[in-house]
């Protein structure tokens, strides 16, 4: 695991910079200490305590609280695949369960070598595109059983996979790193809204209907 | 038929629109010298005349929001977007940060500038890296570009807007919670009143709103109160970023002005989606407003309508459910979910939730009883209105509303587990099965 650094330390004030009250950075600074070490260590609440004047209980109850934060090593890579009603019952479930049965993982468990974190989640604000999955919370639309296994063994390969909607994959610290420190240069990926997104208005434009124009007594 | 009326969505096809330079191309950034050559309270009133509706579920009315923030107090002001999207159901907000972020940080600016705020959070949950990324990056380019900071446009105006991203909490999607984890702690509701718009982040006066009510500003400065009112209603008016998902032949992002039907919007998507080609059961916005059925097809998606018809329009974003779902199944996997996301804060919620999860399971494996039905309906009884916020209120909806319209399965479901009535493979959107 790699240790806390100065370098790090400087990260956390930055993002203070952000905030009027230090407190409130305390959520993306905890995505730094992870984005560095990999899970939510007693060595990143003591740092996150420190350069927040918090008490570490206090910093516990915070990072307790969110499901993001993780306190045992996530791996490489961590994999979502939502099982909320919609996109369970439409095929997550199935896919759920082929990828857990790949890995040999339940949900919040890793792969027997620590690749590889499984955990089913929540609403990903993506039901147009179900069933969903996510690597290192990155969208990976539209999934079958089969496809989300062959994404796994490609990772597992070392081979490129890319976002259905934003960059190639790269790994989970790196992700945490953009919560904290979000303008990453990879905004561009992905490119314009896909199919999906785009489907009322390739209707509207196949049917040539659009919005009234502004009137002439318009503000 | 009540036509497609593409306005925030009207340029997402273009390759670059969600750069500065794509957005101001297709008349993007032409609103904010107009707002800024306004007296902050002439663009109050205007929104209030148009009479937008909050988008993110509640539907409360934005101007009048706007105005209950105390003018001249001396206090600085805040406003917050909340783009913590995680309703199940609800998939527009993200959409239109990845789509349309300049269109939604206009909005911020002449927004924050309405309400005399100088500095502005936009709170993402932190699952959406891309969406983050793509608001990060608008908020950059507005800034070099002399949109956002000091002295906006020479009209004196100073803002700063800061991106926050969340960390996995459907909690914070409650506006007092959503202020509460602003602020650093754990994201749990605070009592109300005092209000946000007196007592918000930091318990100065606060305005939150959501990501697509602020991204309608733009459209309303620019194009003037009558023209916002030839959409929708009296009570509704404009036009929403409506997302259909489930059984549906398109699903999708589908703008529209609000009172459009149910019917349309499925034409629209080509149609149910399997089964036997029929709508079981909808739902207009989200898993925390009662669901529909397909007698319901025809009635207007307003606020008003949808009240009248026993639910809410919520977000917006319906959900569609053919022949081969279970009610049961759908039930208990939705209150699994407010089980997950309860924040523990209040007894009622926080312990009914995990009750009635347990009694649905039954039901589920064909084990539910009689009394169970009785027991769960005291359930959701004991925690409606008894709990600081919707949460609750929410996770007490799905079980009502599915005895309303289908008694019998939940009947059906005392002696016969609900996978061999309804086999799930039947559902899938594949139909492969698991690679061996």
């Known amino acids: 695991m790699n240790p806390l650094t100065e370098q790090t330390r400087a990260s956390m004030a930055e993002i203070i910079h952000r905030y009027p ?86 949900h919040n468990q890793t792969d027997v070598d620590g690749t590889f974190w499984l955990e089913r989640i929540e609403c990903q604000a993506a039901c147009t595109h179900a069933p969903v999955m996510t690597v290192d919370w990155e969208f990976m639309d539209c ?37 904290a420190f979000p303008d ?36 | 038929m009540t036509p497609l009326t593409p306005v925030i969505t009207a340029h997402w096809d273009v390759p670059d629109y969600f750069t500065l330079e794509g957005y101001k191309r297709h008349d993007g950034y032409r609103a904010l010298p107009k707002a800024l050559a306004m007296d902050p309270d002439s663009i109050i009133a205007q929104v209030k005349d148009t009479g937008l509706r909050g988008r993110g579920g509640a539907g409360f009315p934005t101007g009048l929001k706007w105005s209950f923030v105390p003018q001249n107090d001396g206090k600085p002001h805040y406003l917050v977007v909340n783009a913590d999207e995680s309703e199940p159901g609800a998939c527009k907000d993200v959409p239109i940060m990845m789509a349309n972020p300049h269109a939604l940080l206009e909005g911020v600016i002449i927004s924050s500038y309405a309400i005399r705020a100088h500095h502005t959070f936009i709170y993402i949950r932190g699952e959406v890296p891309q969406a983050i990324r793509r608001v990060a990056s608008a908020v950059r380019e507005a800034e070099q570009a002399g949109l956002i900071g000091d002295n906006i446009q020479g009209s004196g105006y100073n803002l700063r807007v800061t991106v926050h991203s969340g960390a996995g909490a459907y909690i914070c999607g409650e506006e007092t919670a959503l202020l509460d984890s602003l602020e650093g702690r754990r994201g749990q ?34 194009n003037g109160v009558e023209w916002f009112r030839q959409f929708g209603t009296e009570k509704s008016p404009g036009f929403k ?130 009394p169970d039905m009785k027991l769960l309906e005291d359930l959701c009884a004991n925690i409606t209105g008894r709990s600081f916020c919707a949460l609750g209120d929410a996770a007490a909806t799905p079980y009502p509303a599915a005895m309303k319209y289908f008694r019998d399965e939940f009947e059906a479901a005392t002696h016969t587990p609900v996978d061999e009535t309804y086999p799930s493979a039947a559902s899938y959107l594949f139909t492969e099965l698991a690679p061996r």
């Open chain 1, 21 to 106: 009250h230090k407190r409130s950075a305390i959520m993306p600074i905890l995505h730094l200490a992870q984005s560095v070490q990999d899970e939510i260590t007693p060595e990143g609440i003591a740092m996150v305590a420190e350069v927040l004047d918090l008490t570490t209980a206090e910093v516990n109850a915070v990072a307790t609280f969110y499901t993001m934060y993780k306190r045992s090593p996530v791996g490489k890579h961590h994999i979502g695949i939502c099982t909320n009603t919609l996109c369970a019952l439409l095929g997550g479930d199935a896919v759920y369960d082929a990828v857990s049965e790949r890995l040999g993982a339940g």
């Open chain 1, 184 to 219: 990453d240069g990879l905004a561009g990926e992905g490119g314009e809204a896909d199919a999906i997104m785009l489907a009322g208005l390739t209707v509207a434009n196949q049917r040539g209907m659009s919005a009234p124009p502004a009137t002439a007594q318009g503000a």
């Open chain 2, 189 to 222: 509701p605070r009592l109300k009143p005092p209000f946000p718009a007196t007592h918000g982040l930091y318990a100065d006066p606060t305005v939150v709103n959501n990501v697509e009510t602020i991204a309608n500003i733009p459209w309303i400065v620019n």
């Open chain 1, 143 to 179: 999934q079958t059983p089969a496809s989300a296994v062959e994404v796994i063994d490609r990772l597992a390969r070392g081979e490129m996979v890319v976002s259905t909607r934003g960059p190639a994959i790269r790994d989970f610290q790196a992700t945490e790193h953009t919560l």
């Open chain 2, 241 to 370: 970023v409506f997302a259909v998902s489930g059984h549906v032949n398109r699903p999708g992002i589908y703008e529209a002005p609000l009172g459009i039907t149910m019917r349309e919007l499925l034409d629209y998507a080509g149609g149910v989606r399997g089964g036997d080609g029929t709508v079981k059961f909808w739902i207009p916005g989200g898993s925390s407003v009662p669901m529909l059925t397909a007698d319901h097809l025809d009635t207007p998606l307003t606020y008003e309508a949808m009240a009248e018809a026993g639910t809410m329009l919520g977000t917006g974003t319906p959900m569609v459910f053919n022949s081969t779902i279970s009610v049961v199944k759908a039930v208990t996997r939705w209150l699994e979910f407010y089980k997950h996301e309860s924040c523990g804060k209040c007894t009622p919620c926080r312990e009914g939730t995990y009750w009635i999860t347990g009694v649905l399971d039954r039901f589920e494996h064909g084990a539910g009883t009689d």
